[in-house]
Nanobody, 114 residues
Framework: VQLQASGGGLVQAGGSLRLSCAAS????????VGWYRQVPGKERMWVAQ???????NYEDSVKGRFTISRDNAKNTVYLQMNSLSPEDTAVYYC?????????WGQGTQVTVSS
């Protein structure tokens, strides 16, 4: 499984971005797909995830601002990020957990200016 993350960029505080995580094969069988983020010198932290049954959950600091969703036809999981703040600046990664293992995508940089 290969994952391609995209959609990062530079945005002002209060703005929005939508990240995409495109998979090389059908995501309908993935147990869960999550988004994580990492800032230099710190651990990679979980942000949001979506399960095969559609259930979603979020880290507390992004609840109400971020929305994770998926399009099975496009084999893509999205992270809609609204009301961004400088504290959201990080490299964002997607992770797919399957019955055969877990797979990381490459990161996409999100920078929020104040």
């Amino acid at each position: 499984v290969q994952l391609q993350a995209s959609g990062g960029g530079l945005v002002q505080a209060g703005g929005s971005l939508r990240l995409s995580c495109a998979a090389s094969e059908s995501i309908s069988g993935f147990n869960v797909v999550g988004w994580y983020r990492q800032v230099p010198g710190k651990e990679r932290m979980w942000v949001a995830q979506i399960f095969r049954n559609g259930y979603t959950n979020y880290e507390d600091s992004v609840k109400g601002r971020f929305t994770i969703s998926r399009d099975n036809a496009k084999n893509t999981v999205y992270l809609q990020m609204n009301s961004l703040s400088p504290e959201d600046t990080a490299v964002y990664y997607c992770l797919a957990r399957t019955s055969f293992g877990h797979y990381w995508g490459q990161g996409t940089q999100v920078t929020v200016s104040s």
